[in-house]
């Protein structure tokens, strides 16, 4: 959503047409709150990733829900996403 105030200027100044919409993706929850260095609440995703790899993460990311809706860390399960990667 921040970008949505500059892409339009880079846009226009490069001649390019404005899109008619701009899409906002939902936040990864952990705990019920969106992950916030601030906060202290982020996950270590290195250590996440060591059994399954990062295919296998950024795969389960991806289908654990719509991608405009929030999702919870806790319901991502990377087993499947792993399954259908080495297949």
Wanted: glycine share 10%.
């Amino acid at each position: 959503r921040f970008h949505a105030v500059y892409w339009p200027a880079f846009l226009m100044s490069a001649g390019v047409a404005l899109p008619r919409t701009v899409f906002g993706h939902g936040f990864l929850l952990h705990r019920g709150e969106k992950m916030s260095k601030s906060k202290g609440n982020l996950v270590e995703f290195s250590s996440s990733m060591v059994d399954p790899g990062a295919d296998a993460v950024r795969v389960a990311i991806a289908f654990a829900g719509p991608v405009e809706d929030d999702i919870s860390w806790e319901d991502v399960s990377t087993t499947g996403a792993q399954k259908n990667l080495m297949e």
